[in-house]
């Protein structure tokens, strides 16, 4: 059974940049992806990477100022936010679909496990 524990996130000015981590335990070599959830809005997908990590799709509204990663020999998969806005503001998730392939997905419904997700909020 697959476990993801996000952490990283806290409170930071428009223009800072935060690194966020997700630790999985289990079967952990398969494609993980990000996704955040703002109040009063649905969860939406932020940055995905390939089991390999040879592959990674972002979200257009944050293509060019976040990077996502992974380290397969420490289990981690990160996010790295640079240049944050206050619509950054959610709570980020990361989440694995339990697939191993190139090819990404960027539904919520495609993702099986998900973690308990970290605040991310970002001030003006």
């Known amino acids: 059974q697959v476990q993801l524990v996000e952490s990283g996130g806290g409170l930071v000015q428009a223009g800072g940049s935060l690194r966020l981590s997700c630790a999985s335990s289990?079967?952990?070599?398969?494609?993980m992806a990000w996704f955040r959830q703002a109040p009063g809005k649905e969860r939406e997908f932020v940055a995905a990477?390939?089991?390999?990590?040879?592959?990674?799709v972002y979200a257009d509204s944050v293509k060019g100022r976040f990077t996502i990663a992974r380290d397969n020999a420490k289990n981690g998969v990160y996010l790295q936010m640079n240049s944050l806005k206050p619509e950054d503001t959610a709570i980020y998730y990361c989440?694995?679909?339990?697939?191993?392939?190139?090819?990404?997905?960027?539904?919520?419904?495609?993702?099986?496990?998900w973690g308990q997700g970290t605040q991310v909020t970002v001030s003006s």
């Open positions: 989440a694995t679909d339990g697939r191993r392939t190139w090819g990404l997905r960027d539904r919520v419904y495609d993702y099986d496990v």
């Open positions: 289990g079967r952990t070599l398969t494609n």
């Open positions: 990477i390939s089991w390999s990590g040879g592959n990674t």
